[in-house]
């Protein structure tokens, strides 16, 4: 058994979970070995067996690692990303109350592309604004890699934000009187990146959403599309956990969406970006590997989770 080999064993040894999987692992690789045993019995009046024979074969132990890391993950739920739990949004509640969410749960796990659909009114965009800490529930809560960001206040909440999440809005909402590269290189700058790497990145970045030879190009020069590109390239600049895309595509014709949608889905296909987008664009809702359907504030439908499976 080589070093790697003993290190995964040895790590999983450490928890009750990896206890019980090396149990369970061991349990199984046994029963492979009495197979083993039981065909030899059977066949050695007729044939001659080395130890070769009895030895572990490599298929054995991939068996025994596939299947136990796919049991680790689903006992540790280690992708995922979002936990929004219990969600309840009301709005003037002292006059007729508005539930725009209405007791939501919904687990979003690393590398999914999901579109959250529903008809005007269903609660889209409360959503996205509660998952990505622009706007707080009336009850429940949402954690992004285990924290509770609705108990974050003030600077903290924006600082995990700038560092976490990426957004994409309807309308674009780039500052105009600044290039398509200085509109992506205002977000690094709050972060504080050096010179040197912010150049290094917004070029990078503009590569990725296909419009490197626009980056002088203020909005007002650039098409619907070229302009949510820039706003997609402005999400992925501080390398954030998810990207959250209030109906990227509303004011898009069906070329630039097509186009805007092939870059999202490389990234998230090539970087394993998470992308969440409300919507009630059918040409999002077919691209998407999970569709959530909301109506009057509730989760009605939920397609499963296909989270190892990316966008084409
Ligand atoms: P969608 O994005 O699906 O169109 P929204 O999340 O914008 O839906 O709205 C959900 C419900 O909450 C609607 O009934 C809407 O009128 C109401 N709503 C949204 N924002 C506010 C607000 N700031 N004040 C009062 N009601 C609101
Ligand atoms: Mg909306």
Redesign the pocket.
């Known amino acids: 058994m080589t070093a790697s080999r003993t290190g995964v064993w040895l790590s999983w040894c450490r928890s009750l979970e990896g206890f019980v999987l090396c149990v369970i692992l061991q349990a199984l690789r046994t029963t492979l070995c009495l197979a083993r045993l039981w065909q030899f019995f059977r066949t050695s009046l007729r044939c001659t067996f080395t130890a070769h024979d009895f030895a572990p074969r490599q298929e054995d132990f991939s068996i025994v690692v596939n299947l136990g890391s796919f049991l680790n993950k689903k006992l540790k739920k280690m992708d995922t990303v979002i936990d929004a739990h219990n969600l309840v949004k009301i ?2 509640e002292k006059t007729i109350p ?1 539930y ?1 969410l209405n007791n939501v749960h919904l687990l979003i796990e690393k590398g999914e592309f999901t579109a959250i659909k ?1 008809p ?8 996205l604004n509660m998952i990505g800490g622009l706007d707080t529930p009336t009850s429940g809560y949402v954690k992004i890699n285990g924290i509770n960001i609705t108990a974050l206040k003030g600077s903290e909440l924006i600082e995990f934000r700038l560092r976490n999440i990426g957004f994409v809005f309807q309308a674009y909402n780039l500052i105009p009187v600044l290039t398509a590269e200085e509109n992506i290189e205002f977000i690094l700058l709050l972060q504080k990146v050096p010179a040197k790497e912010r150049e290094r990145r917004v070029k990078e970045l503009l590569m990725q959403v296909g419009i490197a030879d626009k980056a002088n190009k203020r909005p007002s020069e650039l098409s619907g599309g070229q302009q949510q590109r820039v706003a997609v390239a402005r999400a992925l600049a501080p390398k954030p956990q998810f990207i959250l895309a209030d109906e990227p595509t509303a004011n898009l014709d069906s070329v630039s969406a097509g186009n805007l949608l092939d870059r999202m889905a490389q990234l998230n296909k090539e970087e394993n970006m998470t992308f969440i987008f ?1 919507t009630h664009d059918q040409r999002v809702i077919e691209r998407a590997r999970r569709v959530i359907t ?1 109506e009057d ?1 509730r989760i009605v439908k939920d397609t499963a989770p296909t989270s190892m499976v990316h966008a084409e």
Not at 120 to 127: C, I, M, P
Request: net charge neutral; proline share 0%.
């Open positions: 709005y003037d508005v725009a529903g005007s009114g269903s609660g889209k965009t409360t959503l409300s909301l504030g």
